[in-house]
């Protein structure tokens, strides 16, 4: 192992460990928020199982004004908020906090878009046979659309990776922060180029996990 | 037996149904044909409530759909089987699943429904596909499956829109027997929505013709060919000629 690594591992383990918890809270958020989010979206749009065009409206709002911050301000703007829930606006607990928002608003817009792809004579046929709206869920809609919905959530995934590189701005650590920390700032070029490598290797790791999971789910 | 006694159905302002009403007694095989836009695919779907009417009322096995809530509608449809043009089969769940979902949400035994999807699929020639998934299969076998999901919970009614509009001439006639032993077998009664004039003559008692929403005649169609009561074969054929032919659904 290049020495400078052996050097830094345990700073290098730790902000794994950071990086980890940022990204793993973001997947928690996504998909125990962003999903159920999605779904309303999808179905409270026009023509759709739970038509209303109120629901549709603010939530389709929310996500995108979410979406339309630059990243770094959506943290700043976030950080009374972020200090009445958690207590302090500094740390990785804290870091969580945007990420978790934005996991939530990029989630439930891949979600959306999954569901639409089901054809809606799937839908129909579940509505013949006399399926409730959460049979159509959780019976069809998520069936059909789980490849989707995977694909999606690799995409989300790496995006929260990205997104968690800079909550260094409120301490949250990471292997992002690391890297500008000691590797640009103390003009460690080399370090900081492993830790671009290890980034390289995280997403290609999770974008080869979710190819082969939606493929061996989809059977359309 | 269904019964739409005036029912209407508007989608903005386009009128698709004008204040219809048409008996089905049991145990009929009844068609409705007419052009595209004649709002015969929206007629069928208001016999399950899939379209809910402006006006009027459905009367479906002797229970009044329209006065029904929610949950008293979705067990009503339990026993209203529908079949579609494009099957509307679940592509991620295989041939077993498709079936033993719909006996899943009617709340069948659960030890009594793998023998009831292998009946079901034995009785369209299927059982040999159990673990397949939909795009392994023709589109004659898709249908078949679509037809063994509609008949698991025993319906007394089965409504086929369009069942055989994208199937070859032989495929067809293999679907329409399938169709015609469940009425015979099961005494289901079955209404048929088509555009194809042949699909009609060969399984109908009676055929509804439709124009701009409304049923413009219904008549009965007898061994020799397309009887009106006045006894002019050409008749049905000479009015759907008027009426803008026979297009595409």
């Given at each position: ?11 290098i ?42 629901t ?17 301000l ?7 908020f ?10 990785t607990?804290?870091?969580?906090v ?48 789980r ?8 995409t ?13 701005v ?8 690391f ?18 490598i ?23 | ?10 989608f ?120 397949r998934y ?14 063994a ?26 679907i ?19 555009h ?9 008692n ?35 000629a ?8």
């Amino acid at each position: 192992m290049p020495e400078i690594l052996v050097q830094y591992e345990a700073e290098i383990w730790q902000s794994i460990g950071e990086t980890i918890t940022m990204v793993g809270v973001s997947i928690l958020a996504a998909i125990l928020i962003g999903l159920p989010v999605g779904t309303l979206l999808f179905l409270s749009r026009k023509g759709h199982l739970l038509e209303n065009p109120w629901t549709f409206s603010i939530l389709n709002l929310l996500v995108n004004i979410i979406r339309s911050f630059p990243f770094l301000l959506l943290v700043v703007f976030l950080i009374p908020f972020t200090r009445l829930i958690i207590g302090t606006a500094i740390g990785t607990a804290s870091a969580c906090v945007p990420l978790a928002i934005i996991a939530i608003a990029h989630y439930s817009r891949l979600v959306e878009q999954s569901l639409l792809d089901v054809p809606k004579g799937v839908i129909e046929a579940a509505i013949s046979m006399g399926a409730s709206v959460k049979d159509v869920i959780f019976k069809f809609l998520y069936v059909e659309a789980r490849s989707g919905l995977v694909l999606g959530l690799t995409t989300s995934i790496i995006s929260f990776i990205s997104y968690s590189t800079i909550m260094g701005v409120v301490g949250g650590g990471g292997i992002g922060d690391f890297a500008i920390r000691y590797g640009y700032q103390q003009f460690k070029t080399e370090l900081m180029i492993y830790m671009i490598i290890i980034m390289i290797i995280l997403v290609q790791l999770i974008q080869f996990i979710g190819t082969a999971v939606a493929r061996m789910i989809d059977k359309r | 037996m269904i019964n739409l006694d005036q029912v209407s159905k508007n989608f903005s302002q386009f009128q698709a149904i004008k204040s219809v009403t048409l008996t089905i007694p049991k145990g009929e095989i009844h068609g409705i044909i007419g052009a595209s836009g004649a709002g015969k695919s929206t007629l069928l779907r208001l016999m399950n409530l899939l379209e809910a009417p402006h006006a009027g009322e459905v009367e479906v096995n002797g229970q009044s759909l329209t006065t029904l809530n929610n949950k008293a509608l979705r067990g009503a449809r339990k026993s209203i089987g529908m079949i579609f043009q494009h099957f509307n089969l679940v592509a991620n769940k295989t041939v077993y699943d498709n079936v033993a979902a719909s006996l899943e949400l009617a709340n069948y035994p659960k030890k009594e429904r793998r023998n009831r999807v292998v009946e079901c699929l034995q009785f369209v020639g299927l059982e040999g596909e159990m673990e397949r998934y939909p795009a392994q299969l023709s589109g004659g076998q898709k249908q078949r499956v679509a037809i063994a999901r509609a008949l698991a919970n025993n319906p007394q009614v089965l409504l086929c829109d369009e069942p055989t509009s994208s199937l070859d001439p032989n495929t067809t006639a293999e679907i329409l027997d399938v169709l015609q032993n469940i009425n015979k077998r099961f005494g289901v009664t079955i209404v048929i929505v088509s555009h194809e004039l042949d699909v009609i003559k060969s399984i109908c008692n009676r055929v509804s013709i439709m124009a701009e929403g409304e049923i413009y005649d219904t008549v009965i169609i007898e061994p020799t060919g397309i009887q009106k009561k006045d006894n002019r074969p050409e008749y049905f054929i000479e009015q759907l000629a008027e009426n803008g032919g026979l297009g595409h659904a």
